[in-house]
């Protein structure tokens, strides 16, 4: 069973950063696929970066030169750096894992984190 346990939110003023981290668990795939999404009070959820096995990343346009996403295979644990936040930004931010490819038609994401709170000051 995998599980997935997220860490790193908080707050912060605009313009600062955070790392936000998560630890995966009970992964045996070769192949997968993990991703940040992010979901503001009222709104849908919205993916904000994914990451293969192989590691090659995307990113939403938003975030796109101020988000980075990683994963340190040893630690398993996946990471986003954040930098230049925004107000827009302030979302419960969600971790999550799929044992399949990441660019093609393999459906939703299977597994999901608790989320943590970041939340950003203007």
């Known amino acids: 069973q995998v599980q997935l346990v997220e860490s790193g939110g908080g707050s912060v003023q605009a313009g600062g950063s955070l790392r936000l981290s998560c630890a995966v668990f009970?992964?045996?795939?070769?192949?997968?696929?993990m991703g940040w999404f992010r979901q503001a009070p009222g709104k849908e959820r919205e993916e904000v970066a994914r990451?293969?096995?192989?590691?090659?990343?995307s990113y939403v346009d938003s975030v796109k030169g101020r988000f980075t996403i990683s994963q340190d295979n040893a630690k398993n644990t996946l990471y986003l750096q954040m930098n230049s936040l925004k107000p827009e930004g302030t979302a419960m931010y969600y971790c999550a894992f799929r044992p399949t490819g990441c660019w093609g038609d393999y459906g939703a994401f299977n597994y999901w984190g608790q989320g943590t709170q970041v939340t950003v000051s203007s």
């Open positions: 990451i293969s096995d192989y590691g090659r990343t």
């Open positions: 009970g992964v045996t795939y070769s192949i997968y696929c």
